[in-house]
């Protein structure tokens, strides 16, 4: 199994160097909105094939992209809008703007950089040809350099130009069949995650001050909005990001607890909820709206499925309904009150544990009717041959 690291390389461009950088940055972002027109009047085209085959050379003699970034450009957004369709906002159009950096290739031939290490350069295609630029990192992002590049994103911060490059590397991984331990976890708010394992044991991780400091960032954020002076855009600009960075170096601590306490147990398998459009099904309160949607649960989950990779632990993933309203011992619905889950049958039990149960059964039973299935097809298969 391919796992990915991501390097962030400062780039150190001359003046000449740096505004061939904007320059690109700007054509890609032109182009991909361009390519957005032409699949949204397309019926919202998410076949890479026919974006680029109704646009391609349009795009090459419009913007002066270089070839494989053209291709790029075409492959993300055909990529967004299946996306979009499969998040049930199929009909939008799609904008891009350059917030997000652009699409760069790599991999054994370069194609839209490559990095000379031993020179502290990167070789990046622009719309005024090749440039080597210098860059500088740490030695946390120069330990990845010894595997394969993947794609980067080339970004712009405070005037500073940044190139995330991912690396992969052949983790081998348990197959989740084999598995003998099952470690459910449950991804929260007041909780950030509740992982427990097939004798009993849990850990409980706690959101309580995460929140607090959350609400801190938003309401300094309205005071701030609410003023509108010079002075408070420029205390608005001095914070944005620091509650993402905190956020992820959350999410970091909590996604290496669960996956050491997976690594206790004998060949185990972490099952999570596939949370994939929650946001959009989800109902809540209106005073948890906003603590809702600004939650990075998709980031916690990628952080333990790429340390899980690291430790050959498998991840997958189950259907989230009713995993907090059913009871974990019977399989009835029963009453959940803030952390307190009880049932008819007598059960009681932490809330959070009892829906991390679930989710680890719903693995269990999904993979006992799947080994079921294909032991039937084994057999047809046979007599079928006598």
């Not at 400062?10 to 991909?32: G, N, R, W």
């Not at 394992?197 to 909005?225: C, E, L, N, W």
């Not at 306490?261 to 099904?281: H, K, Q």
């Not at 430790?311 to 619905?333: E, H, M, W």
Request: proline share 2%.
């Amino acid at each position: 199994m391919d796992t990915q690291r991501t390097a962030r390389l400062k780039l150190q461009p001359t003046p000449e160097q740096a505004t061939l950088l904007d320059s690109t940055m700007s054509a890609y972002c032109d182009a991909l909105n361009y390519l957005s027109s032409i699949a949204h009047a397309s019926g919202n085209c998410s076949n890479y094939v026919r974006l680029h085959k109704a646009a391609y050379y349009d795009v090459r003699e419009r913007f002066g992209l270089p070839s494989q970034m053209t291709i790029s450009a075409e492959r993300q957004v055909a990529s967004m809008y299946a996306s979009m369709r499969s998040n049930g906002n199929g009909k939008a159009q799609a904008t891009f703007n350059l917030k997000g950096g652009i699409l760069l290739q790599g991999g054994e031939r370069g194609r839209d950089f490559s990095l000379i290490i031993t020179k502290n350069l990167v070789s990046i295609s622009t719309i005024g040809g090749r440039q080597k630029v210098a860059f500088v990192c740490g030695e946390q992002q120069r330990q990845y350099f010894n595997r394969a590049i993947g794609s980067a994103t080339l970004c712009k911060r405070k005037g500073t130009f940044y190139l995330h490059v991912v690396f992969k590397t052949d983790c081998d991984v348990t197959s989740p069949n084999n598995a003998r331990a099952v470690i459910g976890v449950d991804v929260g708010m007041n909780y950030l995650a509740v992982a427990s394992g097939p004798d009993g044991r849990a850990i409980f991780t706690g959101g309580g001050s995460v929140k607090q400091r959350k609400h801190h960032y938003r309401r300094v954020r309205a005071g701030m909005q609410s003023k509108g002076t010079k002075s408070a855009k420029r205390a608005l600009k001095h914070l944005s990001g620091r509650e993402a960075r905190f956020m992820q170096d959350v999410n970091h601590v909590v996604s290496k607890r669960v996956v050491e306490f997976a690594s206790r147990y004998d060949t185990p398998v972490i099952v999570l909820e596939d949370l994939t459009g929650i946001r959009d099904s989800a109902k809540h309160r209106k005073s948890q709206r906003a603590d809702f949607h600004s939650w990075a649960f998709y980031q916690l989950q990628n952080f333990i499925a790429y340390k899980a990779a690291t430790l050959g632990i498998p991840v997958v993933q189950v259907d989230p309904r009713n995993t907090s309203k059913a009871c974990s011992v019977c399989g009835a619905l029963g009453v959940r009150a803030k952390h307190n889950f009880t049932c008819a049958c007598g059960y009681q039990n932490h809330a959070d544990y009892n829906a991390s149960r679930n989710i680890a059964l719903r693995f269990v039973v999904q993979r006992q009717v799947q080994l079921d299935a294909d032991e039937a097809q084994s057999t047809a298969s046979e007599v079928s041959t006598l």
